[in-house]
């Protein structure tokens, strides 16, 4: 009987959302974010606790879907707006509160700051962007990067780090705004180039800043706020947007069937307040508010990013939409011919830098023909714009996998691609070092 109750006692104390006056928040934000969020907010409502449940945005998406309505978290709070509009598409999503601040403008830019369809608000501002450490790149004679571009030349080689789309929300809008800039190939072109000089893939996004932070990198495509707050926290580390860079809502939402409505409503409006948006300025959180830089007179901190202006330079109009139409497809391509081949397509890169060296200082028609296929071998997407872009492989892909039929299919397709990236990394490498040995 003992037995028995204590069982009962552990499973009401795990089920936190199920608790009358709990709040359940399923975050991939940062403990300094949410904890000074949860002191805020239990501040100003005495009679609701608020819980921080901290998972990636692809592993919250997956972990709503996977409890019934009444058991799940009550908001979803992330820097992903295609995730959100995953969430609405699959119906986990309940209408937003509607929220007293008429301050906060409808756009940024041309993006609409909350959802049209009313299923989620924006609660602050994210941009994407290259995080660097000053020291490391003074120890290793690098030059600053400003764009994209800069963390593929072979100067860079071992000395960059990224994380997985598949493990990060905000990795997927970096990868999605490389893309939807440079367009299909290229951007893919860009992105296998910048993970060929990659020292790691690291497990979570957190693991991309926090080694530009104590000097385990030289930098990394992370989003603005890891840059912003490593820099005011004191850290050797600066941080630039480049022209193909986005600005985007990060966005809170009511989940739907959640177990304390009327409580998570209040939150959400409590983030959206002038004290929510305050505290977004602090400088261990460092995000940018979408309340207006005139209605903060006197909170902003000197030198800090200007939404707008960043906004008129960039050269990419994110498409949410496009987004989340590829959202699975971009996942499974980068972890089947980057992460699971990072180490063949390192030795790839480095020996096609290393026949590009020499080629330098000596012309050799042959030798420049075998580094050209190389580099088509290696920088070439598996996967075509044109297959990319057909809505019958890309809704087998948005489909449940779940599904024995779905699964074999998407299954097999992961194997040919895996299997192809390695032996177009391996056949790269041969032909660069084929085309070094010439000009030796």
Known sequence: ??????????????????????????????????????????????????????????????????????????????SAPD????LKRDKLLAAAPEVDNAKIPAKIGNYPINDPQGFYKGQALAGYGIMFNTRYLKANKLAAPAEWSDLTKPAWFGHVAMTSPSRSGTMHLTVETILQGEGWD???????????????ITERSFGVPDGINNGQFGGGPVIDFFGLAGKATGFPVEFVYPQLTSIVPANIALVAGAANPDEAKKFIAFTLSQAGQELLLDPKI??????????????????????????KRSKVQFNADLSEDRYALV???????????????????KAIHEAEARLAVKKNPQAEALVKQARELAFTPIVSAQLAGQPEFLKLFASNKKEVEVSRKITGLEEQWN???RANYLKAAELAQQASALLR
């Open 419 to 421: 299997s192809k990236a």
């Open 83 to 86: 995730a959100f509009e995953v």
């Open 286 to 311: 460092s995000r940018l508010p979408v309340l207006p830089y005139a209605q903060l007179a006197g909170k902003i901190p000197a030198g800090f990013p200007d939404p707008q202006a960043i906004v």
């Open 186 to 200: 290229q951007g893919w072109s860009t992105l296998l180039q910048m993970a060929g000089n990659s020292a790691q």
């Open 331 to 349: 996942h499974s391509l980068f972890d089947q011919t980057i992460t699971f081949r990072l180490k063949e397509l390192q030795a790839a890169t």
């Open 1 to 78: 009987m003992k037995h028995l109750v204590l069982g009962a006692l552990v499973a009401a104390l795990t089920c936190t959302s199920a608790v009358a006056g709990t709040v359940t928040v399923i975050t991939s934000f940062p403990k300094e974010l949410t904890a000074a969020y949860k002191t805020a907010f239990e501040k100003a409502n005495p009679g609701i606790k608020l819980e921080i449940l901290n998972k990636n945005t692809v592993a919250s998406i997956a972990y709503i879907r996977e409890l019934a309505p009444g058991k799940r978290p009550d908001v979803m709070w992330a």
